[in-house]
């Protein structure tokens, strides 16, 4: 079988058979403790400096945000960005408890599809797990409450994130999902996807100029939720 | 893909007469570098993350059938399937297989270089089956039949007539009346057929950058985000994988995450960085019923314990084409195979064989700019010589090359005779260079002076002027 062929060609190269059960046992260990390497300086701030890295990292990316008070604001702000862009009303959003516990009933005109994305839609809402300021980029985990076409198929993207959950750094993003989420079907962390995404879709593969949109969401927009005393200058 | 590194030296030719291909190539390359070195400046731990990122590489190469065992049972734990495949014909074969079963017509594609290696196009048409490349760049160079000329921007030879006029040819229900003044509008065509085809795909296949072993992982890095559409729409995903892409743990992914953007399009991080572990979960709303990898060994493993080891570090960034001067000269398709650049002239020869693509290697000014940018520093410089090396002991060199080294070889070892042909050379070659200092053409020399010109000597030679120096500063 090729599986044996490529372990006994590589192991032939590197002049050895099987690892001995003790180096296994090291490499086992270091799997289990998965070390972090060097961590750049430039995210390792004080909470609401974290908070504008984010925000400024966003924009340089071509991304826009808003900043509400709760999540009690988000209706308005959702609305307000959909006018000013001229977008429609209607979109469809992840059914995420947090986004349903929203009363969205606040603003009438605005028409929720909760549930996956369609080829249709125009704009879709999801939920933000966490993000890094580092680079100014969401983290998105697949789940029943998630689904992974709504950060891909609309031409614009809102997502609603909480400020408590801007991490500086990617390694402390990780270390949310390793210890909030379980995989029922690996036993493990890992769900079936993780999106991170650092700003709306873009392509320079058309004489060497980036264009915006390129498959994915033309725009994308940040709500952000002060939910965190800390972070708020 | 079949090679035409082979026929460098004509390959060549044709590339410095292209005046469409010079124009590309003039105006990419000062912003591929300028890109890089902005991103790199805004790290100030960019030069450590280099060391640690080459040390990851060769801890993983070390261990390299451990992490590769630990990573494929957790594929599988994850409701995966593994297919391992020594050959390039037996990945086709796998890929071929899987399609098949899923009663596949159409197959969407992600950017692949391993797909390009292995010809997975061409084998699934074959049967019947239609490939898709859904990568922008990808996409105008399967309409024109043209393989890639760069590992991270493939079409970037082309200029907005060529797309407009492939979209003309290609497109058979668009408007004779259609404008394509704008590169905004070559975009909004290429995303509505692409769109469908993204609906209608049975499969989708996509590369790999990375394989986490800790979790079982594929990871993805594009910035179109076509590659996500590719393996979330359809009911199977395929991944294409070769075995050096297989990393530890995710927080290594994440040494590597910052290396690969920065170097590669100048950006802190590309778009969509996208990890994938395993089908579609109970309650689940969308993603694909099945998750295949294809994981490829195709001569990777023949370089391990090898002088060309370290070029299994390589993390396809382009920064070393992006920098290289012959890259810049020639363009990719010269290479005549799927990599160009540096990294293709070390890489190539051990895949396709030095019999070749031996030109590849004997094509650098050795000026180590390549190794200099390179995010997991590796030596191309020097395995290029090894290369060289290694042709001419097996005598695969030229006679013409061989007679002439010969006779510089004779006349080295014969200090006086040396002395006294260079200096009659240097002082011809001055003469004769003596208005411009430069030589656009020299007889028996057009391979030099085709691309670049050849500095006039200065009717000296090196020897004679290191003498008149040292006399002159100790009077
Ligand atoms: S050899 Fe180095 S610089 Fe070139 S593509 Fe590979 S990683 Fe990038």
Redesign the interface.
């Known amino acids: 079988?090729?599986?044996d062929?490529?372990?006994g060609?590589?192991?032939?190269?590197?002049?050895r058979g099987?690892?001995p059960d003790d180096?296994?046992l090291a490499?086992r260990a270091?799997?289990e403790a998965?070390?972090?390497?060097?961590i750049?300086?430039?995210a390792q701030l004080p909470r609401p400096e974290q908070v504008a890295l984010f925000l400024r990292?966003v924009e340089k990316?071509f991304g826009t945000t808003a900043r509400v008070a709760n999540l009690s604001d988000v209706p308005a702000a959702v609305a307000e960005y959909l006018a000013a862009n001229n977008l429609p009303s209607d979109f469809a959003i992840a059914?995420h408890p947090e986004l349903e516990s929203i009363d969205w009933a606040s603003r009438p005109l605005l028409t929720l599809r909760p549930?996956?994305?369609q080829?249709t839609d125009a704009v879709c809402l999801t939920h933000g797990y966490a993000a890094v300021a580092?680079?100014?980029?969401l983290m998105l985990p697949?789940?029943?409450h998630r689904?992974?076409?709504l950060?891909?198929?609309g031409d614009t993207a809102i997502v609603v994130l909480r400020a408590s959950r801007i991490v500086g750094?990617?390694?402390a993003a990780?270390d949310l999902i390793r210890a909030e989420n379980h995989?029922?079907?690996?036993?493990?962390f890992?769900?079936?996807?993780?999106?991170?995404?650092?700003?709306?879709?873009?392509?320079?593969?058309?004489?060497?100029?980036l264009?915006l949109?390129?498959?994915?969401?033309r725009r994308l927009h940040v709500v952000l939720v002060d939910d965190d005393p800390t972070a708020v200058a | 893909m079949l090679a035409t590194s082979p026929a460098f030296k004509q390959n060549v030719k044709g590339a410095l007469a292209d005046a469409g291909l010079q124009k590309a190539l003039a105006f990419t390359r000062p912003s591929f570098a300028g890109k890089r070195s902005a991103a790199v400046a805004g790290l100030p731990e960019f030069e450590q993350l280099r060391d640690v990122g080459r040390d990851i590489k060769n801890h993983v190469l070390a261990n390299l059938d451990f992490y590769l065992e630990t990573w494929a049972g957790n594929v599988e734990k994850a409701g995966g399937t593994v297919h391992w495949c020594s050959t390039a014909d037996e990945a086709r074969a796998a890929v071929l297989a899987i399609c098949q079963k899923a009663g596949a017509k159409t197959v969407t594609k992600g950017k692949s270089m391993i797909s390009e290696e292995l010809g997975i196009n061409d084998h699934l048409e074959k049967f019947g089956i239609e490939p898709v490349e859904t990568d922008l760049g990808e996409y105008i160079l399967q309409l024109r039949k043209e393989p890639p000329s760069h590992i991270i921007a493939p079409a970037f030879h082309l200029n907005r007539e060529d797309w407009e006029e492939s979209f003309r040819a290609s497109h058979t229900d668009l408007d004779e009346e259609r404008v394509f003044g704008e590169r905004r509008d070559i975009l909004t065509e290429a995303r509505k057929k692409l769109r469908e085809k993204f609906l209608a795909a049975d499969v989708g296949i996509t590369g790999a950058n990375f394989l986490i072993a800790e979790t079982g992982s594929s990871v993805i890095v594009t910035n179109e985000g076509n590659g996500d559409l590719t393996q979330t729409l359809p009911k199977v995903h395929i991944v294409l994988a070769s075995i050096e892409k297989v990393v530890p743990t995710l927080e290594d992914a994440c040494t590597f995450l910052r290396l690969l953007a920065r170097s590669a399009t100048g950006q802190d991080m590309s778009v969509y960085t996208t990890f994938s572990t395993g089908a579609r979960r109970p309650g689940d709303l969308d993603g694909p019923e099945e998750y295949h990898v294809v994981v490829i060994d195709n001569g990777r493993s023949a370089m391990i314990g090898t002088e060309f080891q370290e070029m299994l570090r390589c993390i396809r960034c382009a920064a070393c084409m992006n920098h290289c001067p012959v890259y810049f000269t020639v363009g990719g398709h010269s290479y005549g195979w799927v990599y160009p650049g540096p990294m293709g002239s070390v890489l190539t020869p051990s895949l396709i064989g030095v019999d070749k693509a031996g030109h590849l290697p004997n094509a650098s000014t050795f000026c180590g700019k390549c190794e200099s940018v390179c995010p997991v520093k590796i030596p191309l410089p020097k395995m290029m010589r090894h290369w060289r090396e290694r042709e001419f002991e097996r005598h695969l060199t030229p006679q013409t090359m061989r007679t002439n080294l010969s006779i510089w070889a004779w006349f080295a070892k014969r200090p006086a005779l040396y002395r006294l042909a260079t200096r009659a050379a240097a002082w011809a070659l001055g003469l004769m260079g003596r208005k411009k200092g430069r030589f656009h053409t020299l007889p028996f020399a057009g391979g030099w002076t085709d691309g670049r010109d050849l500095p006039a000597p200065e009717g000296e030679t090196f020897f004679a002027r290191y003498a008149r120096q040292q006399r002159e500063t100790q009077s």
């Open positions: 079988m090729s599986k062929a490529i372990l060609a590589i192991r032939r190269g590197l002049k099987p690892l180096q296994k490499l270091r799997l998965h070390p972090r390497h060097l750049p300086a430039r990292n990316e059914p549930g996956r994305a080829a580092e680079t100014g980029t697949a789940s029943p689904p992974t076409t950060n891909l198929l750094w990617m390694e990780w995989d029922e079907t690996t036993g493990g890992m769900p079936r996807n993780i999106m991170w995404v650092t700003g709306p879709s873009r392509s320079a593969d058309i004489e060497s100029t264009e949109g390129a498959h994915g969401p």
